[in-house]
């Protein structure tokens, strides 16, 4: 955490808000903490959220002085947020908010680093020391994660398609629309690849911890290359040799697996995953091929992606 000494309290927390624009200005003070995460989502950037009892004071320029320099220090831009009295109480919840409190959040719901405002006037203490060390915080959650695949960004915030597969191997059929109210983990996979052997035991791992909360983890299979024939009873040993037991679709001839990821462009692995929200929109996308909590040397990304996947459903479960 770090804590900034020494500063009026209104004149930070309005500067914050007005740092890198106007009021209204490409969303402002009117975006809501929701349409901020998914504009973050999308961008890979980092959140600025102001909470504040009062929006009264003077503006100043401590928010450009050192917390705009320390964003581009670290190679970040960021959106911001102004958070109302509205707001406070679920964010104190959330986040253990202290109003009032000037926060930095990774799009998943983290906290890179806060500021706590002491009231009164102080002198602020070695600005450029505070400079540095925001910029070292902001380094330090831009290299973990750096690992975030911008492929397919531009498909969170949307709606999900439909399922289209020709049956289901191991649950009831159902529909994406069925789902709401449910946080869902959907990952194409196959049985050739060693990628998914990997992968599919970590999402029976989220599937045990989470089910009783409202996540519904789901497997389509798609046979590669396309068009060849195996049997169901080769993907059913498999599926037991994972020891997995969430819901598996038949996605043999690709339609659902074109209709999320395929058609969009060219893609580098077909093994995607997609984490969609309660009201059925897609809040993350991993491209592939791989993500799990183990491994050796050489699957530090791996084990960096699990970890945000994990982060990223508990953000979404706990959202209303």
């Given at each position: ?11 930070l ?25 998914r ?30 320099p ?169 599926l ?14 690709w ?19 997609f ?13 592939g ?15 960096r ?15 209303p």
């Amino acid at each position: 955490m770090t804590r900034i000494e020494g500063v009026r309290t209104t004149a930070l927390l309005l500067t914050l808000a007005l740092c890198v624009g106007a009021a209204g200005e490409d969303g402002g003070w009117g975006r809501s903490l929701e349409e901020a995460f998914r504009a973050a989502a999308r961008s890979g950037r980092p959140v600025l959220a102001v909470f504040s009892k009062s929006t009264q004071g003077e503006p100043g320029a401590l928010a450009e002085a050192l917390v705009h320099p320390a964003l581009v220090a670290a190679g970040c831009s960021f959106e911001r947020v102004w958070v109302d009295a509205r707001a406070e109480r679920s964010a104190a919840e959330r986040f253990g908010v202290e109003v009032p409190e000037v926060l930095i959040l990774s799009w998943d719901g983290r906290v890179i680093t806060r500021f706590v405002v002491p009231d009164g006037r102080e002198r602020i203490a070695e600005p450029a020391k505070l400079a540095g060390q925001l910029a070292g915080e902001l380094e330090a959650w831009r290299k973990e994660a750096a690992f975030v695949s911008r492929e397919g960004a531009e498909l969170v915030g949307r709606e999900a398609p439909s399922w289209r597969p020709e049956g289901w191997l191991r649950g009831e059929p159902r529909q994406v629309s069925d789902a709401r109210g449910k946080v869902i983990l959907m990952r194409f996979f196959t049985n050739t690849c060693p990628y998914c052997a990997a992968t599919m035991p970590a999402l029976e791992t989220l599937h045990r911890r989470y089910a009783g909360r409202g996540l519904l983890v789901l497997g389509f299979y798609h046979p590669k290359p396309y068009g060849v024939h195996r049997t169901l009873a080769s993907v059913q040993e498999m599926l037991d040799g994972w020891k997995t037991t969430f819901p598996i679709a038949l996605d043999t001839d690709w339609r659902t697996l074109n209709d999320y990821w395929l058609s969009g462009g060219a893609r580098t692995a077909t093994s995607a995953s997609f984490l969609i929200d309660r009201k059925g929109r897609v809040r993350l996308v991993h491209s592939g091929p791989e993500l799990h909590p183990g491994g050796g040397p050489g699957h530090e990304e791996c084990r960096r992606a699990f970890v945000q996947l994990e982060s990223a459903v508990q953000f979404l479960l706990d959202e209303p």
